[in-house]
């Protein structure tokens, strides 16, 4: 009998169905520009993420959210939330994006713990400084230094609750998520590109699978 106590979750393509920057990019008219600094290999990956919140300054919060909002989430969620909550699982998602982004999600999901970047405002309007969750600029375990370090997270995680690593599943989609994924007593890549699934011990397109293993 598996014994998991915590669920650490992606959130853009994982709990979401599409990428919240990129939805707030494509309505406010910036996705070019988001996409050249991202594709950037000239600067480092956490860099990136800095010079994002630079190009956001001027913008307002409260439309940022909105838009936000809109992004649908991936299907049975709340199923599967309810489960883990039935089963006493904690649960937290971990991003690169924006504390006040991802507070909103855990939110409206009722999941418990939320882990981000805070995007700086003067009121509602975006100041252009990004203050990044990894503050040390710890590397993960590839080796890459991002604007939150996952495997970190999932760390002190565990010591706050007194849970062990292997007590732990952690789900994702993208390179940042590697290190949770390798972390994690169960490691599951969803929709993921080839780079994250090799790390992963199940490769998915539905989270439904969780259900199989609580």
């Not at 990019?25 to 919140?53: H, P, T």
């Not at 100041?127 to 991002?146: F, Q």
């Not at 699934?197 to 199940?202: L, T, V």
Request: aromatic content about 8%; overall charge positive; charged content about 30%.
């Amino acid at each position: 009998m598996n014994n998991y106590k915590l669920v650490i979750f992606d959130m853009d393509g994982t709990l979401l169905k599409d990428k919240g920057i990129f939805v707030i990019a494509e309505k406010k008219g910036f996705k070019d520009d988001l996409i050249s600094i991202l594709r950037d290999d000239s600067i480092e990956f956490y860099k990136r993420s800095i010079k994002v919140g630079k190009m956001l300054k001027g913008h307002n919060k409260k439309e940022f959210l909105d838009i936000f909002r809109t992004v649908p989430f991936q299907d049975n969620i709340y199923t599967i939330l309810n489960e883990l909550k039935k089963k006493q699982i904690k649960t937290a998602l971990a991003t690169d994006s924006y504390q006040f982004l991802a507070d909103d999600l855990k939110d409206r999901l009722g999941i418990d713990y939320a882990f981000a970047n805070n995007l700086v405002t003067n009121g509602d309007i975006i100041t252009g400084e990004l203050r990044i969750h990894n503050r040390d600029l710890k590397k993960e375990v590839n080796g890459v230094i991002y604007s939150i370090c996952k495997s970190y997270v999932l760390e002190q995680l565990c010591k706050e609750l007194k849970i062990s690593l292997k007590n732990t599943i952690a789900v994702g989609d993208g390179r940042v998520d590697i290190g949770m994924i390798k972390k994690a007593g169960l490691g599951i890549a969803i929709n993921a590109m080839d780079e994250v699934k090799k790390h992963a011990d199940i490769v998915t397109d539905n989270l439904d699978v969780i259900l199989k293993y609580i």
